[in-house]
């Protein structure tokens, strides 16, 4: 399974934006890019994906390098209510299954 | 309103009872998926089912089972095998064509 890699932790301050990097070097074509985020004691919620194209969305911008084999959740004001942890994953076709690493614990500053 | 539902919240059990935890959703969604969550840890797949009467193991199946009788409905069994049970438990769904899962709310399961 395409894996992929986040920094532990990242600090930001209230209404500063935020960019969380996700390295995933051994992703294949058909894989897309998905990016989810938990409260504690909550499930993951779905913040955005996209497949090749930059991404937008209410939530968050994807920025998706032109190899694919990295990118970048923005969040373009951080607010103390994005503070949780997000995963980047990998979704592709052939498995159907989407696997999740540790994640980036988001502290927002007030 | 459409959605996932895991029950019970939280379920204490003695050591080397069975438990099984619930899942439904009414999204019309073909897959459904289990996960653990340990404290401080990421989600560690258990079981998925792409459709019904089918699924597959993921990284940690061993102490649990699961059965797809229904599109509806995906519960697991935390059997007396599973080692080391106490742990958060979160039940998903998502449509195989976009992927973008959808979780329940979890379920927390204390083995005292």
């Known amino acids: 399974d395409a894996k992929t890699t986040q920094p532990n932790s990242m600090e930001s301050n209230e209404e500063e934006p935020v960019h969380l990097p996700c390295n995933h070097s051994?992703?294949?074509?058909?894989?897309?890019i998905h990016w989810y985020r938990q409260l504690p004691s909550q499930g993951p919620e779905y913040v955005i994906h996209g497949l090749t194209s930059n991404v937008n969305n209410r939530m968050a911008s994807l920025a998706i390098a032109e190899d694919r084999k990295s990118s970048t959740l923005i969040l373009h004001r951080a607010t103390l209510r994005d503070a949780a942890v997000y995963y980047c994953?990998?979704?592709?076709?052939?498995?159907?299954?989407?696997?999740f690493g540790g994640g980036t614990r988001l502290m927002v500053k007030p | 309103d459409g959605g996932i539902t895991q029950s019970p919240k939280y379920l204490f059990r003695k050591e080397g009872q069975n438990v099984t935890l619930s899942c439904e959703q009414n999204?019309?969604?073909?897959?459904m998926y289990w996960y653990r969550q340990d404290p401080g840890q990421g989600l560690r797949l258990i079981y998925y089912?792409?459709?019904?009467?089918?699924?597959q193991k993921g990284d940690i199946a061993e102490g649990y089972s699961v059965s797809r009788e229904k599109k509806e409905s995906f519960p697991l069994t935390v059997t007396s095998a599973q080692k080391n049970p106490t742990a958060f438990y979160l039940c998903a769904s998502s449509m195989r064509q976009t992927g973008e899962l959808f979780f329940g709310e979890g379920s927390r399961l204390t083995v005292l």
């Open positions: 999204l019309n969604h073909d897959a």
């Open positions: 994953i990998l979704w592709g076709n052939a498995g159907n299954m989407l696997t």
């Open positions: 051994t992703i294949s074509g058909t894989d897309y």
């Open positions: 089912s792409q459709i019904v009467n089918d699924f």
